[in-house]
């Protein structure tokens, strides 16, 4: 073989290899990121550990995450070493490691994955052998995720626009933030000044301004991507819920009855109204809305405060400045219109839905929906949805067309 041939040979070769290399970095920061793209950036790059994953992961995914600085997952969490939960632009591919390499789970991530043509979540988990050329085992539909994150699986998370256990645990204004004089404040300075720039967290984008004084004794915690890192993960998995519920209310045994009491009970019935057509039942709407709510909200105090007061072993919020629990209540613009959520929950356990593993939230007995952007939005939205593709067109469901459906006089 001649020199010549030989050096256009190795020219094609190397132009071969740019080219392919060119690709999978488009790949990987184009594409939508879900399970099968994350398997096939792991092949493709002979991925075999979780710090080569997320040197590897797209750059505008990388930029969402929360640190945990307690948690219940399987995944250790501590104020020095958080637990890292990854969650892109969308939240339909969840990911959370550990940040101690002496935790037992160090070399596991957890996965959510959102199925949208089954309008489920899915979970997964990947272990990892650093060291070896072996690729990640990757662990698709774990079912023992079913016993914190109930049969029909989603996330636990809590509801804005308080969160125990994540810095930035409170958000004011648009912004995360931590208060000074709390421990969570003195951990989160701890831990951007030494693990932060160390280990896995180095891989993670900064934010410049990242516990930067707000008002008062309040300062910004955020990620690479926004301002309000806890109240966005909530948004998302708002969005991809409600189409969840929307599934289980569609697809179950009483929907021919639901699809019209909903909707009309929202629009046209709120309040005491509802009585006059809903089945009978031991409670009525007023005592319904006494116990699910000004119980609830008790209950959720009393939850809350035993996890806060759990979270003096690991460093988090103590005593010398308690959380004001009377911001959490029942208005605000995350809440839009109470008689909605209301009048939601009371239609389903008239007809006799469960609705209790709808809500996010841990703790059961919690109906708590609360977002930043409202709900009562994508109730409306939802009854209007179980209308779609019934005999009674959704253009024409008006109030007295839904009356004389549910033969109401």
């Not at 020219?11 to 099968?36: F, G, Q």
């Not at 010398?320 to 909605?340: A, E, N």
């Amino acid at each position: 073989m001649s020199r010549l041939m030989w050096k256009s040979g190795l020219r094609w070769n190397l132009l071969w290899i740019m080219a392919v290399t060119l690709a999978l970095n488009t790949l990987a920061h184009s594409a939508p990121l879900d399970l099968n793209a994350l398997k096939r950036l792991i092949l493709d790059r002979r991925i075999t550990s979780i710090e080569g994953l997320l040197q590897a992961l797209p750059d505008d995914y990388k930029k969402s995450y929360v640190f945990l600085y307690h948690s219940r997952s399987l995944q250790t969490a501590t104020p020095e070493f958080p637990r890292t939960i990854l969650f892109g632009q969308d939240a339909k591919l969840v990911l959370s490691f550990e940040g101690n390499p002496s935790y037992s789970r160090f070399q596991n991530i957890e996965l959510i994955e959102w199925n949208p043509q089954e309008s489920k979540f899915q979970f997964h988990s990947m272990d990892f052998y650093p060291g070896t050329r072996t690729p990640p085992r990757i662990n698709e539909n774990v079912l023992m995720c079913t016993g914190c994150h109930r049969t029909d699986a989603r996330p636990n998370w809590d509801t804005f626009n308080f969160w125990p256990g994540v810095y930035g645990s409170i958000s004011r204004d648009g912004k995360s933030t931590v208060r000074r004089g709390l421990r969570e404040y003195e951990n989160y300075s701890e831990f951007l000044a030494t693990n932060r720039n160390r280990g896995r967290y180095r891989y993670l984008p900064k934010n410049p301004n990242d516990l930067g004084p707000l008002k008062g004794d309040l300062f910004f915690v955020g990620n690479g991507e926004n301002l309000d890192p806890a109240a966005t993960l909530t948004e998302r998995f708002a969005e991809l819920n409600f189409k969840r519920i929307l599934r289980i209310l569609k697809n179950h045994p009483l929907n021919a009855n639901i699809k019209y009491l909903l909707p009309y009970a929202i629009r046209c019935a709120r309040g005491n109204q509802i009585e006059a057509f809903v089945p009978p039942a031991p409670m009525n709407f007023d005592d319904y809305v006494k116990f699910i709510y000004e119980s609830r909200s008790s209950r959720e105090v009393e939850a809350r405060a035993d996890r806060l007061q759990g979270f003096n072993d690991h460093g988090g919020f103590d005593d010398r400045k308690p959380f004001p629990f009377d911001s959490i209540k029942l208005q605000g613009p995350h809440f839009s219109d109470p008689v909605v959520l209301q009048t939601f929950f009371y239609v389903l356990y008239r007809v006799g839905v469960d609705a209790s593993d709808f809500p996010l939230v841990f703790e059961k007995g919690n109906y708590s929906l609360a977002t930043p952007n409202g709900t009562s939005r994508r109730i409306e939205q939802l009854a209007h949805d179980l209308l779609v593709g019934s005999e009674l067109p959704p253009e024409i469901a008006t109030c007295a067309s839904l009356r004389q459906k549910l033969q109401i006089r």
